[in-house]
């Protein structure tokens, strides 16, 4: 007979991780246990898939690697689930199959493998790896890490009674992005409430016991690269899978994150964890060596490509390619602060973006969204030059430590900057000096040869004055010097080609 043991709480586990819009289509299982599958007198056992699942009915299918054992398989092994739930999302799921043999069939003598041994994985069932997991006693403590799969196995301790604890304090900003913040305004502004007991967890970034914009500073203070610890707190946060958890509680429940094992004489299986990454409320962390990131369409960022003289004051417009519904961004780039110096960056506040060393790194939350238009900056990076050069010398996607990525309704989009050249155009200024006694000067720049039409009314709509004339592609200041018949406003209309320019000069004796 299969020795089950029953995990009440995971199949809450497995309808959160349904629930959640931002589900990765690679994750594995919080839903799966291992067993001990004794052999039978013949000296052979067959595994059934539904055997390692707390819940059968949450299951469409599934398949096992293997699911014939005999005498060579005696111990405790690995296996490979491969599953589609209920709403057709594919899983693959590690667990420990544990083979004993009861009888003694295979070498007269009755065989019943000892060990501690479970699994830690996220909220949606990817397996947690490099966690470190001690057991200890009176005595002595001693470690494993998690393996790729989330397993760590002790078979070859004394035997005693034992605490077991996880822990993990790396990777501070792992998971860890813009889109978190603006889930976290969602929540504190009452547009979209947390949906999970874990994202509560997980947003009480200094474990305060509570969730404050605070927690949202200390997430863009990670994210900007302007603290490598949060406060009172480690960057993981573990809790026995079996443990009762709402929304309403999972703050102010003591969490007690130990097992007390009995490792003598029997078997402790199912010793199981829900890692957290604290500030990650959208499950994006990379929690093992296996896990494959998102292939999405990138969304190009367009900076036209221009050069620049020693003392200028630059103005660099960083404009969106389409129409966007902006829930934010965050983006990193090199500045190359040997040719230009920062002034400012129009569109940012100051708490939004950090220069580290001479990397760049912003990011913008727009909990309640925002329309922005095909060609409408997203922000402005204004420098002044030190030397001449140009601006893709001065911008360069080097050695990021955040990913650049933009949010849409929930969407998560990888940006990328795209450099365009300068589209030549026709130009008309202003006049000036505005007003003129005697002399007004009309800039004007061609992006081609062509014929120049000026010509100026009165506000009655009489033209009182014109001038044409064929002019290469350049820049000029076209003079208009006449007498007009009296002191008062005048319109002003060029001419070029099909486009038409108009404006408003004042004349005054």
């Given at each position: 007979?299969?020795?089950?043991?029953?995990?009440?709480?995971?199949?809450?586990?497995?309808?959160?991780?349904?629930?959640?819009?931002?589900?990765?289509?690679?994750?594995?299982?919080?839903?799966?246990?291992?067993?001990?599958?004794?052999?039978?007198?013949?000296?052979?056992?067959?595994?059934?898939?539904?055997?390692?699942?707390?819940?059968?009915?949450?299951?469409?299918?599934?398949?096992?690697?293997?699911?014939?054992?005999?005498?060579?398989?005696?111990?405790?092994?690995?296996?490979?689930?491969?599953?589609?739930?209920?709403?057709?999302?594919?899983?693959?799921?590690?667990?420990?199959?544990?083979?004993?043999?009861?009888?003694?069939?295979?070498?007269?003598?009755?065989?019943?493998?000892?060990?501690?041994?479970?699994?830690?994985?996220?909220?949606?069932?990817?397996?947690?790896?490099?966690?470190?997991?001690?057991?200890?006693?009176?005595?002595?403590?001693?470690?494993?890490?998690?393996?790729?799969?989330?397993?760590?196995?002790?078979?070859?301790?004394?035997?005693?009674?034992?605490?077991?604890?996880?822990?993990?304090?790396?990777?501070?900003?792992?998971?860890?992005?813009?889109?978190?913040?603006?889930?976290?305004?969602?929540?504190?502004?009452?547009?979209?409430?947390?949906?999970?007991?874990?994202?509560?967890?997980?947003?009480?970034?200094?474990?305060?016991?509570?969730?404050?914009?605070?927690?949202?500073?200390?997430?863009?203070?990670?994210?900007?690269?302007?603290?490598?610890?949060?406060?009172?707190?480690?960057?993981?946060?573990?809790?026995?899978?079996?443990?009762?958890?709402?929304?309403?509680?999972?703050?102010?429940?003591?969490?007690?994150?130990?097992?007390?094992?009995?490792?003598?004489?029997?078997?402790?299986?199912?010793?199981?964890?829900?890692?957290?990454?604290?500030?990650?409320?959208?499950?994006?962390?990379?929690?093992?060596?296996?896990?494959?990131?998102?292939?999405?369409?990138?969304?190009?960022?367009?900076?036209?490509?221009?050069?620049?003289?020693?003392?200028?004051?630059?103005?660099?417009?960083?404009?969106?390619?389409?129409?966007?519904?902006?829930?934010?961004?965050?983006?990193?780039?090199?500045?190359?602060?040997?040719?230009?110096e920062i002034v400012d960056i129009e569109g940012l506040s100051a708490g939004e973006w950090q220069l580290h060393r001479n990397q760049l790194l912003i990011s913008k939350a727009e909990a309640k969204g925002k329309i922005v238009a095909e060609e409408e900056p997203l922000f402005n990076l204004v420098v002044?030059?030190?030397?001449?050069?140009?601006?893709?010398?001065?911008?360069?996607?080097?050695?990021?430590?955040?990913?650049?990525?933009?949010?849409?309704?929930?969407?998560?989009?990888?940006?990328?900057?795209?450099?365009?050249?300068?589209?030549?155009?026709?130009?008309?200024?202003?006049?000036?000096?505005?007003?003129?006694?005697?002399?007004?000067?009309?800039?004007?720049?061609?992006?081609?040869?062509?014929?120049?039409?000026?010509?100026?009314?009165?506000?009655?709509?009489?033209?009182?004055?014109?001038?044409?004339?064929?002019?290469?592609?350049?820049?000029?200041?076209?003079?208009?010097?006449?007498?007009?018949?009296?002191?008062?406003?005048?319109?002003?209309?060029?001419?070029?080609?099909?486009?038409?320019?108009?404006?408003?000069?004042?004349?005054?004796?």
């Amino acid at each position: 007979m299969h020795v089950l043991q029953s995990h009440v709480s995971m199949r809450y586990a497995i309808s959160v991780c349904l629930l959640l819009s931002y589900i990765q289509v690679f994750s594995q299982c919080p839903f799966t246990q291992s067993i001990l599958l004794p052999l039978e007198t013949h000296g052979q056992a067959h595994a059934a898939a539904l055997d390692f699942f707390i819940d059968p009915t949450l299951i469409e299918s599934t398949a096992l690697n293997r699911d014939v054992y005999g005498c060579a398989n005696v111990g405790i092994q690995e296996i490979t689930l491969d599953i589609i739930d209920r709403d057709n999302v594919p899983h693959t799921c590690k667990e420990f199959i544990v083979i004993s043999d009861p009888t003694g069939y295979c070498n007269d003598v009755p065989q019943q493998p000892k060990a501690i041994l479970g699994k830690i994985v996220t909220p949606i069932g990817n397996a947690v790896q490099g966690a470190t997991v001690s057991i200890s006693n009176d005595n002595a403590s001693v470690f494993r890490g998690t393996n790729e799969d989330g397993l760590f196995l002790f078979n070859d301790i004394p035997e005693s009674n034992y605490t077991l604890q996880p822990s993990k304090n790396n990777d501070l900003k792992n998971g860890v992005t813009t889109q978190d913040i603006i889930l976290l305004q969602k929540h504190l502004i009452k547009i979209r409430a947390f949906d999970s007991p874990y994202q509560f967890i997980a947003a009480d970034v200094n474990n305060s016991g509570d969730i404050t914009a605070y927690d949202m500073i200390l997430l863009r203070q990670a994210i900007l690269n302007s603290i490598d610890h949060f406060p009172n707190n480690n960057s993981w946060k573990f809790i026995k899978s079996n443990e009762q958890l709402t929304n309403s509680n999972s703050l102010t429940t003591e969490l007690d994150n130990t097992y007390s094992v009995d490792y003598a004489p029997s078997l402790s299986m199912n010793n199981n964890y829900i890692g957290i990454k604290i500030g990650d409320l959208n499950n994006s962390v990379f929690a093992n060596d296996i896990m494959a990131p998102r292939q999405d369409n990138r969304f190009d960022i367009s900076i036209i490509e221009e050069s620049f003289q020693k003392n200028e004051l630059v103005t660099v417009p960083f404009r969106v390619t389409q129409d966007i519904q902006l829930e934010g961004f965050q983006m990193e780039f090199q500045i190359d602060l040997s040719s230009v110096e920062i002034v400012d960056i129009e569109g940012l506040s100051a708490g939004e973006w950090q220069l580290h060393r001479n990397q760049l790194l912003i990011s913008k939350a727009e909990a309640k969204g925002k329309i922005v238009a095909e060609e409408e900056p997203l922000f402005n990076l204004v420098v002044r030059a030190k030397k001449a050069g140009s601006i893709r010398e001065m911008i360069k996607e080097n050695n990021p430590s955040i990913v650049s990525e933009l949010y849409q309704k929930d969407q998560v989009i990888p940006l990328a900057i795209r450099y365009t050249k300068a589209t030549q155009r026709n130009e008309v200024g202003f006049n000036f000096p505005n007003p003129f006694s005697s002399t007004t000067y009309l800039p004007l720049s061609l992006a081609t040869s062509n014929e120049v039409h000026l010509s100026v009314y009165n506000l009655q709509g009489q033209k009182v004055w014109q001038q044409s004339q064929q002019l290469s592609n350049g820049s000029y200041q076209l003079p208009i010097s006449l007498p007009f018949l009296a002191d008062g406003m005048y319109l002003y209309e060029v001419l070029i080609g099909k486009e038409v320019f108009s404006g408003k000069m004042a004349y005054k004796k």
